[in-house]
C-alpha cells in the first residue's frame, strides 16, 4: 500500500537522475529529524539515502578553504584535529548538539536544511561566512553563501565551504538549554575574533535561537573591538548583550529570562575564547 | 543468615540485559490485530457524529467503534477489588469528552500501520463545550458529584479531607512564630520507558484472556469486568514482563478496550500508545497548591499547623478522591503537633487525569510542609536539622488521623546519622557566595506509609511447595515492576528454608491460579508480601522436615534444611532424592499456604541533604552533592534498596527542577508531551550519592524490614528547593525551579 520507494545512490550522476526523476524526492541522510516518532513520514515519492555517496562525506582542511561534505556527521566533526586547529568553533558546536547517538547519525547539512532556530551548528557556519554547493531540484550544480539558502528550497546540498577569510582559529561556542548535555538550545552563541594582548580585534558574535533564524549581534561585539577587556568593558559588553535580546524578542514570555541568561552565556563564551574557567577572577567584577 | 542483607543480583537480570525478556508487544503472533485509537483534541465537547466510511474502506481494516456501539458501563480505572466504592465516571469512549486525549474512537486492522492510517480518516464532528483548564477555575464550579440519576456530574470538589486535632486558635494564640508559605507542585510524567500496551484473546469456555504490564491482575480483571459489565471470572488475566511503570501503569487504560475488541471479533488484539499518546492520554501525577501555617514556640516545638491543600485530579476520579486523605495521611505521621487543622480537597478539572506515581501523594504534601518548614526555620532562626529533631516523631507515636502506631519509627536517627555524615553543621554555616555561582545545602525529611492497612483488604495469600525437581516454586500474585521485589522476595524465602536464590522460582501473576492480592502499590510488597512469603516458608520448612523426618529416620527438631539439603548431625537427603522418595510413596510433596494479614502499618522514614550550586546569571542549578538516609528496618538486599534510593532521587530531581506536562491554559494541550519537551534529569545532571541505611527492625516486618520504594523520591524536591533557597536567599516555592522562576525571584 505504500507509495514511498527508498533508493540508496552511490555516486553524483545517479542521484543526479533520480533527482531528474517525475517523482516527489525526499531527502534523508542521518535520519534524526526525519524519523522521530512525532513526525509523520512522507507518504509517496522517492526517500533517497544521501549517506552511500562518498561525494558527500569528509572533512578537507588542507587547503586554504575548509570543505565539508554535507552528509559528515556531527560526530566527524567533533573528532576532526584539523578542524579543531582551524575553526574550534564549529567542533565546539558539533560536539554539543545531541547525545552520542544522536552526533553519531545526524550530519552537518542535515543541521542546515532542518533549519530549527536552535540550531547548533547554524552560528559558527554563518560567522564564518559558510557558502554551500549544492546541486538545483533540476540536478545543475551551484553555490549559493549559507545567508541565502532557504529551507525547501529543493537544493540538495553537497559540501559545505568555509572560505579562507571566513573563520579564525580564536572562535567558540557555547549553549545553554535545559539540562546540560542531551538539551536544544534555548540560546546559542559563536564568537570569532581575533586575541591580542587581552583584546578581541574585529569581534563577530552570532546568537542562536534568539529568532527564527541566528544573528549576528553587531552592537554587542562593536563594544568588544580593540578594547583590553577589563571588568568595566565585560560590563558593557553584557549590558549590549541584553539589549540585543531586548531588540529580538521583546513582549515574548522568554524575554526577561534571556536578557539576563544571555549575561552567563556572554561570560562563558569570552572564557571559552580565551580558554579560561568562567570562574576566573577575569569575571568577578562583572557581575 | 545466608540471603537476607545480601547483594544478590535480580533473579531476571541476564534475561534482561541479554534481550531473553519477552515483553507484552514482543512475541509475533499469527492473526494479530492492531487496534489504534482516535483522541479528543478538545478539552470538553459533546461527540455528535462520527463518520467511519473512508476508514472501513481502507484494506485491512476490520472495524470501528465508538461511543454508540461500545457499552457505556461508568468505571473507574482505579479500582483494585470488585465492589470497591469510587466514583464510576470513565467510559470506554464516552459521549462527552472531557480532556485533550480522551477517547473518541477505536480502528481495529491487520497491521499498525494501517490502524493508525484509517484513524486518520475518521470524520468526526463535535459541540465544543466550555472548559475548566485550572484548578482556580474549578472551585468555582461547586456542586455535588452525582446528580438525582446517580449519574456522575461536572460538579467540585470532588472529594474532602478534614482533620481538626488539637486548640489550633490556641496553638497560634501561643506561637513565637508564625509563618505562611504557599507551594505549587507541577503534573508530571512517569516516563516508564515501554510505552502502555495490552494484548487481549478469546479463550475457551467464552473467556477472554488479557495480557498486561500491570501492577495487578485482579485490578486489571475488576476495573474490566465494570466497564464491559460482564463477571469478572470471563477474563483471565496475566501479567506481563514490565518495561517501568511508576505507578503508570496502575490502571487499566487500555485493557477494557482490548478485551472488548478481542470479544467483537475472537482475534488477538494488541493496543500499544506511541510515546505521544503514553504522554498525552495516560495518566499523570496530580498537580497542587497548598498553604500551610506554622506556628512556632521559642525552643522550635511546633504549636499548631493550618493547612489548605488542593488537588487537581483532570478529568475523571480514578483514585483522585483518595488524594486529600493520603496527603493528610502522610502529613501527620512525620512531626508530633499537638494541634493541626487541614482541609485537603480534590476537583475535577478537562485536563488529562492523575492517578497513582510513586509516593502517591507523599511528594506533594512533603513538599508543601518541608518548604513551608525550612522558611519558618529561616525566619525564626532555628537550624533546620535541629528545628526537625525537635518535633519528629519517635518509636511508637500514635497518629492523630487513623491513630495508627507508627512502629520502629527511626527519623531522629536518619536526622541525627544523616546530618553527621553529610557535615551539615559546617556546611550549614558557610556563605553561599557573592559571585556568580552560589552554593547552599538544604536537607527534608519525610515519612511514608508501608501497605494499605487499616484498609480492610490489606492481606496476601503465599504458597510454597517443593517441586519434583527439588525445586521450591512461589505462588503469589507477584508483580515486579523492575525495582527487584521478586528477588527480594525470593531472598526472604530462601533465606529461610537454607537455600540459594538459584533454588526458588517466581511465578508471574494470573488470576486463574494466584490467590487475591491487591498489586503493587502502596510500598506493600516487602513489608506485607514479604512477611506473607516468609509465613509460608516457614510453614514449608516444617513441612519439608516432617516429611524428611520419615525418609531419614530423624525426628523433624533434629533436622535443619542447608544447600538444598535436609540434614541432621549425622544424616542427610537432598531435596531432590526427598521428592522422588515422596513420589515413589505416593506421598503429595510438601507444600504451605500461609495469608498474613497486615496488623500495623508502621512509618518508613527519610532524611536527604543536598548541596546545589546555582548560577544567578541564567538561572540554572547544578545539584553537587547528595547524601539520603533511610529508615529501612532491615535492608533485604541492599543493592536493591540502593537502586530505589537512586532511582528516587532522579525522579525527585526532576520534580525539583524540570519536569512539568504543562496544561496549556488556553487549549489544554499539554506543552511536555514528548522526551523532546519533557526534560528529565539525565545522567550528567546526576550528583554523586551517597546513601545511610538506618538498620533498626520493624518488629512486624520480614525480618525487619520496611519499605524504600516510594520514600526515597518522597523528600528530594524539597530538599532541592530549600538548598536553592539557602544559596540564593530567595523564598521560592513553586516547582518546578525553572530557571525563569529563579532569575524572576533574584530579580525581586
Given at each position: 500500500?505504500?507509495l514511498?520507494?527508498?533508493?540508496?545512490?552511490t555516486?553524483?550522476?545517479?542521484?543526479?537522475?533520480?533527482?531528474r526523476?517525475a517523482?516527489?524526492?525526499?531527502?534523508?541522510?542521518?535520519g534524526?529529524?526525519?524519523?522521530?516518532?512525532s513526525?509523520?513520514?512522507?507518504?509517496?515519492?522517492?526517500?533517497?539515502?544521501?549517506?552511500?555517496?562518498?561525494a558527500?562525506?569528509?572533512?578537507?582542511t588542507?587547503?586554504?578553504?575548509?570543505?565539508?561534505?554535507?552528509?559528515?556527521?556531527?560526530?566527524?566533526?567533533e573528532?576532526h584535529?584539523?578542524?579543531?586547529?582551524?575553526?574550534?568553533a564549529?567542533?565546539?558546536?558539533?560536539?554539543?548538539?545531541?547525545?552520542?547517538?544522536?552526533?553519531?547519525?545526524?550530519?552537518?547539512?542535515g543541521?542546515?536544511?532542518?533549519?530549527?532556530a536552535?540550531?547548533?551548528?547554524?552560528p559558527?557556519l554563518?560567522?564564518?561566512?559558510?557558502?554551500?554547493?549544492?546541486?538545483?531540484?533540476?540536478?545543475?550544480?551551484?553555490?549559493?553563501?549559507?545567508?541565502?539558502?532557504?529551507?525547501?528550497?529543493?537544493?540538495?546540498?553537497?559540501?559545505?565551504?568555509?572560505?579562507?577569510?571566513?573563520?579564525?582559529?580564536?572562535?567558540a561556542?557555547?549553549?545553554?538549554?535545559?539540562?546540560?548535555?542531551?538539551?536544544?538550545a534555548?540560546?546559542?552563541?559563536?564568537?570569532?575574533a581575533?586575541?591580542?594582548?587581552?583584546?578581541?580585534?574585529?569581534?563577530?558574535?552570532v546568537?542562536?535561537?534568539?529568532?527564527?533564524r541566528?544573528?549576528?549581534?553587531?552592537?554587542?561585539?562593536?563594544?568588544?573591538?580593540?578594547?583590553?577587556?577589563?571588568a568595566?568593558?565585560?560590563?558593557?559588553?553584557?549590558?549590549?548583550?541584553?539589549a540585543?535580546?531586548?531588540?529580538?524578542?521583546?513582549?515574548?514570555?522568554?524575554?526577561?529570562?534571556?536578557?539576563?541568561?544571555?549575561?552567563g552565556?556572554?561570560?562563558?563564551?569570552?572564557a571559552?575564547?580565551?580558554k579560561?574557567?568562567?570562574?576566573?577572577?577575569?569575571?568577578?567584577?562583572?557581575? | 543468615?545466608g540471603?537476607?542483607g545480601?547483594?544478590?543480583?535480580?533473579?531476571?537480570?541476564?534475561?534482561?540485559?541479554?534481550?531473553?525478556?519477552?515483553?507484552?508487544a514482543?512475541?509475533?503472533?499469527?492473526?494479530?490485530?492492531?487496534?489504534?485509537?482516535?483522541?479528543?483534541?478538545?478539552?470538553?465537547?459533546?461527540?455528535?457524529s462520527?463518520?467511519?466510511?473512508?476508514?472501513?474502506?481502507?484494506?485491512?481494516?476490520i472495524?470501528?467503534?465508538?461511543?454508540?456501539?461500545?457499552p457505556?458501563n461508568?468505571?473507574?480505572?482505579?479500582?483494585?477489588?470488585?465492589?470497591?466504592?469510587?466514583?464510576?465516571?470513565?467510559?470506554?469512549?464516552?459521549?462527552?469528552?472531557r480532556?485533550?486525549?480522551?477517547?473518541?474512537?477505536?480502528v481495529l486492522?491487520?497491521t499498525?500501520?494501517?490502524?493508525r492510517?484509517?484513524?486518520?480518516?475518521?470524520?468526526?464532528?463535535?459541540?465544543?463545550?466550555?472548559?475548566?483548564l485550572?484548578?482556580e477555575?474549578?472551585q468555582?464550579?461547586?456542586?455535588?458529584?452525582?446528580?438525582?440519576?446517580?449519574?456522575?456530574?461536572?460538579?467540585?470538589?470532588?472529594?474532602?479531607?478534614?482533620?481538626?486535632?488539637?486548640?489550633?486558635a490556641?496553638?497560634?494564640?501561643l506561637?513565637s512564630?508564625i509563618?505562611?508559605?504557599?507551594?505549587?507542585?507541577p503534573?508530571?510524567?512517569?516516563?516508564?520507558?515501554?510505552?502502555?500496551?495490552?494484548r487481549a484473546?478469546?479463550e475457551?469456555?467464552?473467556?477472554?484472556?488479557i495480557?498486561?504490564?500491570?501492577?495487578?491482575?485482579?485490578a486489571?480483571?475488576?476495573?474490566?469486568?465494570q466497564?464491559?459489565?460482564?463477571?469478572?471470572?470471563r477474563?483471565?488475566?496475566?501479567k506481563?514482563?514490565?518495561?517501568g511503570?511508576?505507578?503508570g501503569k496502575?490502571?487499566?487504560?487500555?485493557?477494557?478496550?482490548?478485551?472488548?475488541?478481542?470479544?467483537?471479533?475472537?482475534?488477538?488484539?494488541?493496543?500499544?500508545?506511541?510515546?505521544?499518546?503514553t504522554?498525552t492520554?495516560?495518566?499523570?501525577?496530580?498537580a497542587?497548591e497548598?498553604?500551610m501555617?506554622i506556628?512556632?514556640?521559642?525552643?522550635?516545638?511546633?504549636?499548631?499547623?493550618?493547612?489548605?491543600?488542593?488537588?487537581?485530579?483532570?478529568?475523571?476520579?480514578?483514585g483522585?478522591?483518595?488524594?486529600?486523605g493520603?496527603?493528610?495521611?502522610?502529613?501527620?505521621?512525620?512531626?508530633d503537633v499537638?494541634?493541626?487543622?487541614?482541609?485537603?480537597?480534590?476537583?475535577?478539572?478537562?485536563?488529562?487525569?492523575?492517578?497513582?506515581?510513586?509516593?502517591y501523594?507523599?511528594p506533594?504534601i512533603?513538599?508543601?510542609g518541608?518548604?513551608?518548614?525550612?522558611?519558618?526555620?529561616?525566619?525564626?532562626?532555628?537550624d533546620?536539622v535541629a528545628?526537625?529533631?525537635?518535633?519528629?516523631?519517635?518509636?511508637?507515636?500514635?497518629?492523630?488521623?487513623?491513630?495508627?502506631?507508627l512502629?520502629?519509627?527511626?527519623?531522629?536517627d536518619c536526622?541525627?546519622?544523616?546530618?553527621?555524615?553529610?557535615?551539615w553543621?559546617?556546611?550549614?554555616?558557610?556563605?553561599?557566595?557573592?559571585?556568580?555561582?552560589?552554593?547552599?545545602?538544604?536537607?527534608?525529611?519525610?515519612?511514608?506509609?508501608?501497605?494499605?492497612?487499616?484498609?480492610?483488604?490489606?492481606?496476601t495469600t503465599?504458597?510454597?511447595g517443593?517441586?519434583?525437581?527439588?525445586?521450591?516454586v512461589?505462588?503469589?500474585?507477584?508483580?515486579?515492576?523492575g525495582?527487584g521485589?521478586?528477588?527480594?522476595?525470593?531472598?526472604?524465602a530462601?533465606?529461610?528454608l537454607?537455600l540459594?536464590?538459584?533454588?526458588?522460582?517466581?511465578?508471574?501473576?494470573?488470576?486463574?491460579?494466584?490467590?487475591?492480592d491487591?498489586?503493587?502499590?502502596?510500598s506493600?510488597m516487602?513489608?506485607?508480601?514479604?512477611?506473607?512469603?516468609?509465613?509460608?516458608?516457614?510453614?514449608l520448612?516444617?513441612?519439608?522436615?516432617?516429611a524428611?523426618?520419615?525418609?531419614?529416620n530423624a525426628a523433624p527438631?533434629?533436622?535443619?534444611?542447608?544447600?538444598?539439603?535436609?540434614?541432621?548431625?549425622?544424616?542427610?537427603?537432598?531435596?531432590?532424592d526427598?521428592?522422588?522418595?515422596?513420589?515413589?510413596?505416593?506421598?503429595?510433596?510438601?507444600?504451605?499456604?500461609?495469608?498474613h494479614?497486615?496488623?500495623?502499618?508502621?512509618?518508613s522514614?527519610?532524611?536527604h541533604?543536598?548541596?546545589?550550586?546555582?548560577?544567578?546569571?541564567?538561572?540554572?542549578?547544578?545539584?553537587t552533592?547528595y547524601?539520603?538516609?533511610h529508615?529501612?528496618?532491615?535492608?533485604?538486599?541492599?543493592?536493591?534498596?540502593?537502586?530505589?534510593?537512586?532511582?528516587?532521587?532522579q525522579?525527585?530531581?526532576?520534580?525539583?527542577?524540570?519536569?512539568?506536562?504543562?496544561?496549556?491554559p488556553?487549549?489544554?494541550?499539554?506543552?511536555g508531551?514528548?522526551?523532546?519537551?519533557?526534560t528529565?534529569a539525565?545522567?550528567?545532571?546526576m550528583?554523586?550519592?551517597?546513601?545511610?541505611?538506618?538498620?533498626?527492625?520493624?518488629?512486624t516486618?520480614?525480618f525487619?524490614?520496611?519499605?524504600?520504594?516510594?520514600?526515597?523520591?518522597?523528600?528530594?524536591?524539597?530538599?532541592?528547593?530549600?538548598?536553592?533557597?539557602?544559596?540564593?536567599?530567595t523564598?521560592?516555592?513553586?516547582l518546578?525551579?525553572?530557571?525563569?522562576?529563579?532569575?524572576?525571584?533574584?530579580?525581586?
Open positions: 500500500m505504500t514511498l520507494n527508498v533508493c540508496r545512490p555516486s553524483l550522476a545517479e542521484l543526479v537522475a533520480v533527482l526523476g517523482d516527489p524526492v525526499h531527502l534523508i541522510a542521518g534524526t529529524d526525519l524519523l522521530v516518532g513526525r509523520a513520514l512522507p507518504d509517496a515519492g522517492r526517500l533517497v539515502d544521501l549517506t552511500a555517496l562518498p558527500l562525506r569528509g572533512i578537507d588542507t587547503g586554504p578553504d575548509i570543505r565539508i561534505g554535507a552528509a559528515t556527521t556531527d560526530a566527524e566533526i573528532r584535529a584539523g578542524l579543531a586547529l582551524r575553526y574550534p564549529l567542533v565546539q558546536a558539533a560536539a554539543e548538539c545531541g547525545s552520542v547517538q544522536i552526533r553519531n547519525r545526524a550530519t552537518l547539512a543541521n542546515i536544511a532542518n533549519a530549527a536552535a540550531a547548533d551548528l547554524i559558527p554563518l560567522l564564518a561566512g559558510a557558502r554551500i554547493a549544492g546541486l538545483t531540484q533540476g540536478g545543475a550544480e551551484c553555490e549559493i553563501s549559507l545567508q541565502d539558502y532557504q529551507a525547501g528550497s529543493g537544493m540538495l546540498i553537497t559540501t559545505v565551504i568555509l572560505p579562507a577569510e571566513g573563520f579564525d582559529p580564536d572562535s561556542f557555547v549553549k545553554l538549554g535545559p539540562r546540560r548535555d542531551l538539551t536544544i534555548r540560546l546559542n552563541l559563536a564568537v570569532t581575533q586575541v591580542q594582548d587581552w583584546r578581541l580585534l574585529e569581534p563577530r558574535i546568537a542562536g535561537a534568539l529568532a527564527p541566528a544573528i549576528p549581534l553587531l552592537r554587542a561585539a562593536s563594544v568588544l573591538d580593540a578594547q583590553t577587556l577589563t568595566d568593558l565585560l560590563r558593557a559588553f553584557l549590558d549590549a548583550l541584553s540585543e535580546v531586548d531588540a529580538a524578542i521583546a513582549g515574548r514570555a522568554s524575554h526577561g529570562w534571556k536578557r539576563q541568561a544571555i549575561r552565556l556572554g561570560i562563558d563564551l569570552i571559552r575564547l580565551l579560561l574557567s568562567n570562574r576566573d577572577p577575569l569575571f568577578d567584577g562583572v557581575m | 543468615m540471603q537476607v545480601k547483594r544478590l543480583a535480580l533473579i531476571d537480570g541476564v534475561e534482561k540485559v541479554t534481550g531473553q525478556v519477552r515483553f507484552a514482543d512475541d509475533a503472533v499469527a492473526g494479530l490485530a492492531h487496534a489504534a485509537l482516535l483522541f479528543s483534541p478538545h478539552p470538553h465537547a459533546r461527540v455528535l462520527l463518520d467511519a466510511g473512508k476508514a472501513l474502506a481502507m484494506a485491512g481494516v472495524g470501528v467503534w465508538w461511543h454508540q456501539t461500545t457505556q461508568g468505571y473507574n480505572s482505579a479500582i483494585w477489588l470488585a465492589g470497591q466504592q469510587l466514583l464510576a465516571d470513565e467510559r470506554m469512549f464516552p459521549a462527552v469528552v480532556h485533550v486525549g480522551d477517547r473518541v474512537a477505536v486492522a491487520d499498525e500501520a494501517t490502524a492510517a484509517a484513524v486518520g480518516l475518521l470524520e468526526v464532528t463535535y459541540d465544543v463545550l466550555p472548559a475548566i485550572s484548578p477555575g474549578a468555582a464550579h461547586a456542586g455535588p458529584t452525582v446528580d438525582a440519576d446517580r449519574q456522575p456530574t461536572y460538579l467540585n470538589p470532588v472529594a474532602k479531607a478534614a482533620l481538626d486535632h488539637g486548640d489550633v490556641a496553638a497560634f494564640a506561637a512564630h509563618s505562611e508559605t504557599h507551594v505549587t507542585t503534573r508530571s510524567h512517569h516516563c516508564a520507558i515501554e510505552t502502555h500496551v495490552c484473546w478469546p475457551a469456555n467464552d473467556r477472554i484472556a495480557h498486561s504490564p500491570c501492577q495487578s491482575v485482579f486489571v480483571q475488576a476495573v474490566v469486568a466497564a464491559l459489565g460482564i463477571a469478572a471470572d477474563l483471565h488475566v496475566t506481563s514482563p514490565i518495561g511503570s511508576f505507578g496502575a490502571e487499566p487504560i487500555l485493557d477494557p478496550i482490548c478485551a472488548f475488541l478481542a470479544m467483537q471479533t475472537g482475534r488477538v488484539v494488541q493496543l500499544q500508545l506511541s510515546r505521544h499518546e504522554f492520554a495516560t495518566r499523570t501525577r496530580s497542587t497548598g498553604r501555617r506556628a512556632l514556640a521559642t525552643d522550635g516545638r511546633i504549636l499548631g499547623r493550618d493547612v489548605e491543600v488542593t488537588v487537581d485530579i483532570g478529568a475523571y476520579c480514578t483522585g478522591a483518595y488524594l486529600p493520603s496527603m493528610l495521611q502522610r502529613m501527620v505521621r512525620l512531626y499537638p494541634a493541626e487543622r487541614y482541609r485537603g480537597r480534590a476537583v475535577y478539572t478537562n485536563t488529562l487525569p492523575t492517578g497513582a506515581f510513586r509516593g501523594g507523599s506533594q512533603h513538599a508543601l518541608e518548604i513551608a518548614l525550612d522558611l519558618a526555620a529561616r525566619d525564626a532562626g532555628f533546620p528545628l526537625r529533631l525537635r518535633n519528629i516523631v519517635g518509636p511508637a507515636a500514635i497518629d492523630p488521623w487513623q491513630g495508627l502506631n512502629g520502629n519509627a527511626r527519623g531522629a536526622l541525627r546519622r544523616g546530618a553527621k555524615a553529610f557535615g553543621e559546617t556546611r550549614a554555616r558557610l556563605a553561599p557566595g557573592t559571585g556568580r555561582f552560589r552554593r547552599g545545602v538544604g536537607m527534608a525529611a519525610a515519612t511514608h506509609i508501608n501497605g494499605c492497612f487499616p484498609g480492610d483488604d490489606e492481606s503465599a504458597t510454597l517443593l517441586q519434583a525437581d527439588g525445586g521450591i512461589l505462588n503469589c500474585a507477584l508483580h515486579d515492576l525495582c521485589s521478586d528477588t527480594t522476595l525470593a531472598q526472604i530462601a533465606e529461610v537454607g540459594g536464590l538459584q533454588n526458588i522460582r517466581v511465578t508471574p501473576a494470573d488470576t486463574d491460579t494466584c490467590t487475591y491487591l498489586g503493587t502499590r502502596a506493600r516487602t513489608y506485607i508480601v514479604g512477611e506473607a512469603v516468609r509465613k509460608a516458608a516457614l510453614a520448612d516444617q513441612a519439608i522436615r516432617d524428611a523426618a520419615l525418609a531419614l527438631q533434629d533436622l535443619t534444611l542447608q544447600q538444598a539439603c535436609v540434614q541432621s548431625a549425622r544424616t542427610r537427603i537432598s531435596l531432590a526427598l521428592a522422588t522418595w515422596l513420589a515413589a510413596r505416593n506421598t503429595a510433596l510438601p507444600i504451605a499456604t500461609q495469608t494479614r497486615a496488623t500495623a502499618n508502621p512509618g522514614f527519610a532524611v541533604f543536598a548541596e546545589v550550586e546555582v548560577d544567578t546569571l541564567t538561572g540554572r542549578v547544578q545539584v552533592d547524601l539520603a538516609a529508615d529501612i528496618g532491615r535492608a533485604i538486599n541492599p543493592m536493591l534498596v540502593e537502586g530505589q534510593i537512586h532511582g528516587g532521587i525522579i525527585g530531581l526532576g520534580y525539583a527542577l524540570y519536569e512539568d506536562v504543562a496544561v496549556d488556553g487549549t489544554g494541550r499539554l506543552r508531551d514528548s522526551f523532546a519537551r519533557y528529565l539525565n545522567a550528567p545532571e550528583s554523586p550519592i551517597r546513601t545511610l541505611l538506618v538498620e533498626k527492625a520493624e518488629p516486618g520480614p525487619g524490614a520496611k519499605a524504600v520504594g516510594e520514600i526515597a523520591t518522597v523528600p528530594v524536591a524539597p530538599a532541592l528547593v530549600n538548598a536553592v533557597n539557602a544559596a540564593l536567599g523564598r521560592l516555592t513553586d518546578p525551579l525553572l530557571p525563569e522562576r529563579i532569575i524572576l525571584a533574584l530579580q525581586n
